[in-house]
Each structure stands twice: as C-alpha cells, then as structure tokens.
C-alpha cells in the first residue's frame, strides 16, 4: 500500500470467529453527559491511522487517569487467518483551556508494528464531545527514513455500546470522507440522506447519495448487520463480507445520533459501499426542523481540516490539522490577511473567487504556528495563541425539504493558508500576485447532546475543483473535508 495511504486510511474487516451476536441496545437519545472519571469507549472510523492491515478498532478514553488506548483487531500479514486483538495505541491526554485534550502517545503505530515511543509522542490532539464521540488526529511513526518521521491521520469515533435499535425508519445526514487511494477518481457521492431502519440484528441503509452541484447519486437500499463482538457493537455491510477486508464497510451508530463508517474499497473493486460512495461517511441525526443559521454561524467549534494530498511542510505533514472555528469575526484584524486576498481575486487578479462571504459564514482555520524553538508545530492548547484566521466557510441556503443539509456551501481559503502565513504570504506561481481561491461544497449539520455538529465535503470533481495550496504557490486538486463538533456553552 502507498505509504500515504497506509498512513491515513483504516482498512476495516470482520472476523466472523469474534463475532457474537448480542441484545440490541437503544434508539437515539439524549445522552447525559458523563461524570469525572467514566471511560468511555467508541467504535474507529471513518479514517484511521495505520500501517498493519486492521479489522475492526475501538478506543476509550478514561477521564480518572486521564489515559487513552486504541485497540484493534489486527491481520497479521505472515499469516493472514490469524486475527487477534491488540492494542494499538496507548497514551495520555490533558485538557487544554481551548477545550481540546492534548495527547502523548506512549505506544504508536510504526511501520514495523506497534511499539513503545521513548520520550512519548506529542503532537496529536482530540476533540470529545464524552459519552458521544471523537475527532482525533492520532499520529504514525515512519522508521523508512532516517530520522523517523511523524505522519498524523484523521479518526472520527462514535459510542457503540450497544447496536441500534430503529423500528421506524430514522434518517441521518452525511458527507463522505476523501479516500486518499481514490483521490482521482469520479464521484458517486459527496454527501446525502440515509433513512436507517432495523428487524433484529440485521440494519438496512435506504440511502440518497448526491454530489456537489448539487447533483442527484443513485439511490440505493443495503443491508448489512450489528454484532456484538470483542471490541463493542458494529455494523457491518454487506452480510457476507465478514472477513473479506478489501469490500468490508464497518460502520458505528451511536445513540447519540452520530454515525460513523470505514470504507475502503481496494483491490480494482468497484463497490460504493452502504452509502452511495465508495468511501467513508461521517454524519448526525437529521433534525427535525430547520437548523438556525444565525445560530450556527455564531456558535464556536473546534475539530480537523483533513486534505490528504497536501504538501509537506519541511518535517510536517499538514494532512490533517487541529483547527477551529467561530473565535473570530469576518471583520476582526485576525482575519483582515483572508479578506484583503479574497477581496483582490474577486473579479480581479487571479479571479478565483467568484463569490464574497455572505452572512451566514464561520471564520477560523487552523493552529498552525512556531514554537520558541522555531518549529513549525500544531498546537491548539492556546499556549500559542489562537487559531488562523484562513478559512471562511459559508453555509448557503438550507435544503426546505431536508433540514440541516446545505448542499450549496462554499469554502474560501485566503493567502495566509498552510505552507504560507500572515508573513509569508501566498501569492499565485511565477507572479507576485496575492493568492486566495473559493470552491463550492456542501455542509451537513446537527445536534449531539445539545452541541452543533458541523461537517463539510468538497470534492476536486466540482467545477471549480476543490484545490489548495503547494509550497510554490501552485495549486493541489483535491477533496478538502472539516469536522467541527460546537464547544460547549
């Protein structure tokens, strides 16, 4: 597997030997924040760090030691029919004043396996809405160069205690996830509507896929399964996949109403999984009304920017990147370097945006900064100061007829976009123009206990494509993704 991409996708899979078919657990709820002290435990995916071909992950966060862990059910490649669970990760986090946890891994992913890290590994980061879900940018170990280098890859997780329980057909909201494999290839789906209905152990998938256009997917109906197995309740598509880990979707539907999968299809397959799209999704409970925009837009997020063709930065992967949203106004001097680029390629310049910000826009970016020591580094613990202000991402109009779904967003990324800053800007190739593009995407959003969920999708099949900054100044084509889970009050 390319190196990239072991690094940043999740081959999941089944082993039908692990698997017991348990009782069934609640529909989705409300979900009581949890007291100091409780661990609590997910379901991995959509897209996770490894470098072993791995079945099935979970983690669990234990807010009394303050200890995290990732464990796996993990092929071994000498002998592909043995599966055994193993701990993958471990580590320790600390809470930060940004309302991020820092964490120091212990014990890491690396291409020889998994071992211990002396001193322990900094630099990940996660975001935990307790008792519901994560957004973790765990990190990788490359031992094929010399000196070593620090990969990070993007993990969204969801509570699975318990299998879902919908007697009624219940509707959820998603984007797919960039496959960093597939990159290239043309979309079936950026995002859609799934109505999830569930008879005993089995769970069906009636699902809309759509691409940004907006344009209509195939719809499709699947059927796949939830087990109870070693590593908590998971849903897998289709039924007789269990053990077939290039077509196998695992998917994890929190009673939260976070919805979770790890798709990768491999192998020449030509599969699109339960969701229309052949990659990954992450996605909420639709709402039973119209979100409030207004709402929204003010509220304060933190969570991932995952662009899995970005450049390296010297020693830095900028794949994936602790970010936040909503510190900031449009008009604040923090955001003045993206207004003045977006304002000089509107109409003129090098005319990539087509389109200004309207109101309905969340300014923020990433925590991309220098350390004392002069190292570029991710750091959202605040010690740094805040967040970028390189990113704008206007909601456009709701969908009058699926709440929470805006399949007309548009991102902006202005000049001071990773590998450039506010001192260094970006100005296009071979000229001393300042740079700035827009592209369209599309934004689902929703409530988990009570937090705003925002999770977007651009694809580099839109017209124009979704394309970002290289280190010359040139541009990358590719599918952008931001996960965002609302700051607590």
Known sequence: MHEKAALAVLSLGLCLALLTFGGCGQTVAPVTTPATGKVDTYFGGPFMVTINPVNLSSSSFDHSANQVGVSAVVTNPSNPSAVVPTQILSGTFTPAETGFLAVSENFATT??????????????????????????????????????????GPSAMADNTACPIFPQQTSFLYVNVPNPDII???????????????????????????????????????TGGCSVSTLGAVTAYPLNSYGQVSNLETISI?????????????????????????????????????????VVVNAKYNGLIYAPANTVVGPYDITVLASAFGNHAGNSPACSALQASLLANHGQGA?????????????????????????????????????????????????????????????????????FSTSNPWNCFGTSSVCAVSFPAAAVVGQIQGQYVIFVAASANSNPPAQLPNDVGGLVQQPVGIYLFQKPQ
């Open 254 to 294: 929190g009673k939260s109403g976070l919805l979770v999968s790890s798709f990768h299809s491999s192998g020449g397959t030509s599969a699109v999984g339960a969701f229309g799209g052949g990659n990954g999704v992450i996605g909420v409970q639709q709402p039973s009304a119209p979100v409030d925009e207004s």
């Open 351 to 419: 005319g990539t945006v087509p389109a200004l910000p309207f109101d309905d826009t969340i300014y923020g970016g990433e925590f991309l900064t220098m350390d004392s020591s002069g190292n570029l580094v991710n750091d959202p613990s605040g010690q740094l100061g805040s967040e970028n202000c390189d990113v704008a991402i206007t909601l456009g109009i709701q969908d009058p007829s699926n709440p929470g779904m805006f399949p007309n967003a548009t991102i902006f990324i202005g000049s001071n976009y990773p590998p």
């Open 184 to 222: 290239s290839s043309v979309d079936t789906s950026n995002y859609g509507l799934v109505g999830i209905v569930t008879q005993g152990s089995a769970v069906t998938f009636s699902s809309t896929p759509s691409v940004i256009g907006p344009l209509s997917g195939t719809p499709s109906t699947e």
């Open 111 to 152: 291409n020889s396996g998994y071992g211990p890290q002396n001193p322990p590994l900094t630099g990940a980061w996660a975001v935990e809405i307790p008792g519901a879900g994560v957004l973790a940018n765990f990190l990788s170990v490359s031992t094929l160069t010399t000196p070593a280098t620090v990969s990070a």
